[in-house]
C-alpha cells in the first residue's frame, strides 16, 4: 500500500520561516555564510601555517650548537644567492621546464587521438591507461624507475640492441652503457619525472581539443589548407591554454619533489631535496624556510606567465 509523505512547512512566524526569507531576501549573505567557514580553514591552517614557516626564515640556526633562536636575520635568503645554493635553484628551474617541454611533446599526440578518433569504450580504455599509473604509489614507480635503469635493467637492454651506446656518450655525456650508467645520469632522472606527471599533461591537452568546433576544421579544409596546415595554424594554437594548464602541473610537481632526485640520477641536491635535508638531516629549519620560498616565487611567476595563455579557461 503506498503511502503519502507529507512535509510540513514551517509555520509563516516561526523563526525558522523569518530566517529563510531572510536568506532568500539577501542571498549575499546566503553566500556569505556557505563561503566563511571554508575560507577561514583555508585562512588559518594553510596560509597561517604557510606564513609561519616563512617567517621561521629570518630566524637564526647557530651552527656550533645545532639551536634555532628567533633573531631575526636576513643571512638566510642571501644565503640563497650564494655559488652553491644558486647552482640547485637553476639545476630544479632547468629540471622543471625541460619536463614540461617533453610532457607535452609526448602528451600532445595521445590527447590529441583521443579528442579525434575515439568513441564509447575506445575513448574510456584510453582514460583508464591514462589513469592507470596514478593509481600505483608514487613511492614504488620510483624504484621501479631504478630497476629499470640499472644495470641489466630493461632500458639498458634497449640502448644496447638499438645502438644508442655511442649516441648517449656523445649527445649527453653518459660513459657507454655499462653499469648503471643511465640510473645515475640526468637523462634517467628526466625520464621519470617525465614518465610520473605524464597524466597531468594528457588529460587538459585532450579537454582542449575537446571543445574545438569541428566546423574549425570544416572550415579549415573547405579553404584548402592541407591536414598538417590546419594541425599548425588551426589546432595547435587553440590547444595552447590545455598545454599552458598541463604545464601548471608538471612544472611545479617537478619543482617540489625530492624523492626522484635522491633515488634517480647522479649526487645533487634538488630544492625539494634540499629542504628536506636542511630541516630533516641538519635541523637547520630556518634555511630549510628560506628554500621553501624559492618554488612560491618560481611558481608565482610562471603562473603569472601561463594565466596570459589562457591556462586557467582550460582548467
Known amino acids: 500500500m503506498n503511502t503519502l509523505a507529507i512535509t510540513r512547512t514551517p509555520a509563516p512566524g516561526s523563526p525558522l ?65 650564494q655559488p652553491s645554493n644558486f647552482d640547485i635553484i637553476v639545476r630544479t628551474l632547468s629540471m622543471a621546464i625541460a619536463v614540461s617541454i617533453a610532457s607535452a611533446i ?8 583521443m579528442a579525434r578518433y575515439t568513441r564509447g569504450k575506445t575513448k574510456a580504455f584510453f582514460y583508464i591507461a ?12 620510483a624504484y621501479a ?13 634497449f640502448v644496447q640492441h638499438l645502438g644508442l ?4 656518450q656523445f649527445v649527453l655525456g653518459i660513459p657507454g652503457v655499462g653499469g648503471s650508467t643511465l640510473s645515475t645520469s640526468h637523462l634517467g632522472r628526466f625520464l621519470v619525472f617525465v614518465y610520473i606527471w605524464l597524466p597531468f599533461m594528457i588529460l ?33 594554437p587553440l590547444s595552447v591554454p590545455g598545454i599552458a594548464a598541463g604545464s601548471i602541473f ?14 634517480v640520477g647522479p649526487p645533487g641536491y634538488f630544492v625539494g631535496s634540499m629542504v628536506y635535508a636542511q630541516q630533516g638531516a641538519i635541523g637547520n629549519m630556518p634555511m630549510a624556510a628560506a628554500f621553501t620560498l624559492v618554488p612560491i616565487v618560481l611558481i608565482a611567476i610562471y603562473l603569472s606567465i601561463v594565466k596570459r595563455l589562457g591556462a586557467f579557461d582550460a582548467l
Open 17 to 81: 520561516r523569518r530566517f529563510s526569507n531572510l536568506l532568500y531576501r539577501r542571498p549575499n549573505l546566503y553566500l556569505s555564510m556557505l563561503l566563511v567557514p571554508p575560507l577561514l580553514w583555508f585562512g588559518a591552517i594553510y596560509l597561517g601555517s604557510l606564513l609561519t614557516l616563512l617567517w621561521q626564515g629570518f630566524y637564526t640556526f647557530d651552527d656550533f650548537t645545532m639551536a634555532v633562536t628567533p633573531d631575526l636575520t636576513l643571512a638566510n635568503f642571501t644565503a640563497l644567492f
Open 106 to 113: 609526448v602528451a600532445f599526440p595521445i590527447a590529441y587521438y
Open 145 to 157: 624507475w631504478t630497476l629499470l635503469l640499472a644495470k641489466g635493467g630493461v632500458a639498458q637492454w
Open 204 to 236: 587538459p591537452i585532450q579537454a582542449s581539443l575537446e571543445r574545438l568546433p569541428p566546423s574549425l576544421l570544416q572550415a579549415s579544409a573547405d579553404l584548402g589548407a592541407r591536414p598538417r596546415q590546419t594541425l599548425m595554424q588551426v589546432i595547435l
Open 130 to 141: 591514462v589513469m592507470l599509473p596514478m593509481w600505483a604509489s608514487y613511492i614504488v614507480k
Open 250 to 263: 608538471t612544472f611545479s610537481l617537478t619543482l617540489g619533489d625530492f624523492i626522484v632526485p635522491q633515488l
Open 165 to 168: 651506446g655511442p649516441v648517449l
